[in-house]
DNA sequence: GTTAGCAGTCAAACTCACAGAGTGCTAAAA
DNA sequence: TTTTAGCACTCTGTGAGTTTGACTGCTAAC
């Protein structure tokens, strides 16, 4: 589609921008990005690249930027995917090498570290508990009326959540309870918790309805809810010169700030290994004017959590992939 | 100190001030102020309530905006604390009435709440867990490796935490562990869970040093760790035009990303029942051009929570002061 | 003690001119 | 046919100079 040249004009003009932030002119190509050929001829090429929707212009004589056509073409064709030093996959390994308890732990330590690292906003969030297993659910008398219930999962996903009763409750009946859902729930997908369920345990145990609606009803609940959503460095967003124009800096705060946004862009769209959404490319117009990079932490195809970059469409897309690409695979390698 | 006719004209200036944003000139208080005299006498006041510092001046020619005295003077002085409407009453107690499980799911409703009704950016924290009293200690074995304990405090507090272990554990050790803890700890302070204790269970239990050392060590970890701190409507201030200088926009981004800035402001200096911290009165200097709101949420003189109100010098104090009066007093009141 | 009136001050908005950076095009060179 | 040099043209950003309007401070009269 493009010639050798082209791909290079191409390329030199996302780097130099990704670095400058400024428009770039067929001048600044003539140095330092191994283009063989003066101005005039790179200002042909820009002006085809152009014509093709590769590049922009902010007016008749400024230098040219990257349309998110332009981006999408260098991001799926010219990066370089293994921009990360030596340095930085040992600062990245030792942190990953963090004991933790809660797998909800470790996406959080990998999210802060990639923002460390590439110095953009990331995003994080826990597993999905619907798409699990039950392994065993364990229910814990703390009080007259109240229980503590922990829901073991095959991906070792633990949730635990409190119940209040109206009405005194005993042991005995917390170990009817533990052995009424264990039976039933074992090894069963989360939404096994249905009317199915329901009317079973209301049968069986038609004495203590009072008891059994709430539980039901609260671990439903939480197994539903979404996860919490973890932010790491939003101020080191405010730093880069596109947040100087207070309607970008505007949206941004209105993105992070809106929960539901920021979950359901995490969830979105999976096809791939690692997403990239430049610009436009959002579904929400709110994200108009920032990329997205995202991807899933998987154990044995099981999904742990998802991690996201929102920084803006002049996001150094080689070091950000290259860096995420890393810590997937590292994540995906501790099977632990 | 001041006659009654400089109090109002202070009054007038602070509140027209919270109004509009904008300096105000003599003039403008000539009209619906209740001061039956000229624009020229009210320049000779404005004149010595600067000389005494409650104004300020942005130039020469510019109308009087309050300074951070003439705002304090007000707040202690001049303001109406009970500036807060019949519908905004329903639907706090309708808010505050949602049934939840757990404790911080109150103080979090709270926050949200005031959030909505005053419009300005709240931040909330749960109890401090150090300060309570261990009423139990339950452990419950959750796999081979893995163990969960869920201690409560007399103020009904519930912590849980994750232990794993590298060797296995069964089911008889996890009741001596029961039985240890329960025995040495109940209706103790959290700082008992200190070197005394450690050695009488090392002493105890010698044979499975491997096995207690895990437990102190997360449950000290959880016990002291600083709890989430929740964040609400951010966006909200930026529709403020103090926000229209990226200064500020980018010094209230840096506050609260900075999480131990923001417990550091919840957890100072409780004297009063409602804390105002004005501008240059916080101790922080980056905290300089914003105002600070906090109060504690207690019952039966147990602290369960904190929550702030983040927001410009020009804050609405009436109306902040107010509704945090109101919701301290429901949540005080709702002993359950 | 209060007020009218006026001179003085300052910020904000507007205009204008100009320098500088960059392109597009044309015609010559390779 | 491709590349290059050169030049005219375009547009932004900046800074100086001007005007406008909102206020105050002061003085003298009420």
Same mark, same amino acid.
């Given at each position: 589609?493009?010639?050798?040249?082209?791909?290079?004009?191409?390329?030199?003009?996302?780097?130099?921008?990704?670095?400058?932030?400024?428009?770039?002119?067929?001048?600044?190509?003539?140095?330092?990005?191994?283009?063989?050929?003066?101005?005039?001829?790179?200002?042909?090429?820009?002006?085809?690249?152009?014509?093709?929707?590769?590049?922009?212009?902010?007016?008749?004589?400024?230098?040219?930027?990257?349309?998110?056509?332009?981006?999408?073409?260098?991001?799926?064709?010219?990066?370089?995917?293994?921009?990360?030093?030596?340095?930085?996959?040992?600062?990245?390994?030792?942190?990953?090498?963090?004991?933790?308890?809660?797998?909800?732990?470790?996406?959080?330590?990998?999210?802060?570290?990639?923002?460390?690292?590439?110095?953009?906003?990331?995003?994080?969030?826990?597993?999905?508990?619907?798409?699990?297993?039950?392994?065993?659910?364990?229910?814990?008398?703390?009080?007259?009326?109240?229980?503590?219930?922990?829901?073991?999962?095959?991906?070792?996903?633990?949730?635990?959540?409190?119940?209040?009763?109206?009405?005194?409750?005993?042991?005995?009946?917390?170990?009817?309870? =533990?052995?009424?859902?264990?039976?039933?729930?074992? =090894?069963?997908?989360?939404?096994?918790?249905?009317?199915?369920?329901?009317?079973?345990?209301?049968?069986?145990?038609?004495?203590?309805?009072?008891?059994?609606?709430?539980?039901?009803?609260?671990?439903?609940?939480?197994?539903?809810?979404?996860?919490?959503?973890?932010?790491?460095?939003?101020?080191?967003?405010?730093?880069?010169?596109?947040?100087?124009?207070?309607?970008?800096?505007?949206?941004?705060?209105?993105?992070?700030?809106?929960?539901?946004?920021?979950?359901?862009?995490?969830?979105?769209?999976?096809?791939?290994?690692?997403?990239?959404?430049?610009?436009?490319?959002?579904?929400?117009?709110?994200?108009?004017?920032?990329?997205?990079?995202?991807?899933?932490?998987?154990?044995?195809?099981?999904?742990?959590?998802?991690?996201?970059?929102?920084?803006?469409?002049?996001?150094?897309?080689?070091?950000?992939?290259?860096?995420?690409?890393?810590?997937?695979?590292?994540?995906?390698?501790?099977?632990?």
């Amino acid at each position: 589609m493009l010639d050798e040249r082209k791909k290079k004009v191409l390329q030199a003009i996302v780097e130099e921008y990704i670095n400058t932030a400024e428009p770039v002119s067929s001048n600044a190509l003539t140095q330092n990005h191994g283009l063989e050929c003066s101005s005039a001829t790179i200002r042909n090429e820009m002006s085809e690249l152009e014509k093709s929707g590769f590049l922009d212009k902010t007016h008749t004589s400024s230098g040219r930027i990257p349309s998110a056509k332009g981006y999408r073409y260098y991001v799926d064709e010219l990066l370089n995917d293994n921009d990360i030093s030596l340095e930085e996959i040992k600062y990245i390994s030792s942190k990953l090498e963090t004991k933790v308890n809660e797998i909800e732990e470790l996406t959080k330590i990998a999210a802060n570290t990639i923002s460390e690292v590439t110095h953009y906003t990331t995003v994080s969030i826990g597993p999905k508990a619907t798409a699990q297993l039950i392994e065993e659910i364990k229910f814990i008398l703390l009080g007259s009326r109240m229980m503590m219930a922990v829901i073991l999962t095959d991906s070792g996903l633990v949730k635990e959540t409190i119940i209040k009763f109206d009405e005194d409750i005993n042991e005995k009946q917390v170990e009817t309870i =533990n052995y009424m859902f264990n039976h039933k729930l074992k =090894n069963q997908p989360i939404e096994t918790i249905d009317r199915p369920l329901e009317e079973y345990l209301y049968d069986e145990m038609t004495y203590s309805i009072n008891v059994i609606k709430p539980i039901i009803e609260q671990i439903k609940k939480v197994l539903e809810e979404d996860n919490k959503i973890y932010l790491e460095g939003a101020n080191k967003s405010f730093e880069l010169p596109e947040f100087n124009s207070l309607e970008v800096a505007k949206n941004f705060v209105n993105i992070i700030d809106t929960k539901e946004l920021i979950a359901d862009m995490l969830n979105s769209g999976f096809a791939e290994d690692i997403n990239v959404y430049i610009g436009e490319e959002n579904e929400k117009k709110e994200l108009k004017d920032f990329s997205i990079v995202t991807f899933k932490h998987r154990v044995n195809g099981k999904e742990l959590g998802t991690i996201g970059i929102i920084g803006p469409k002049r996001m150094d897309y080689s070091k950000v992939i290259s860096v995420m690409k890393y810590i997937n695979k590292k994540l995906n390698g501790n099977n632990k």
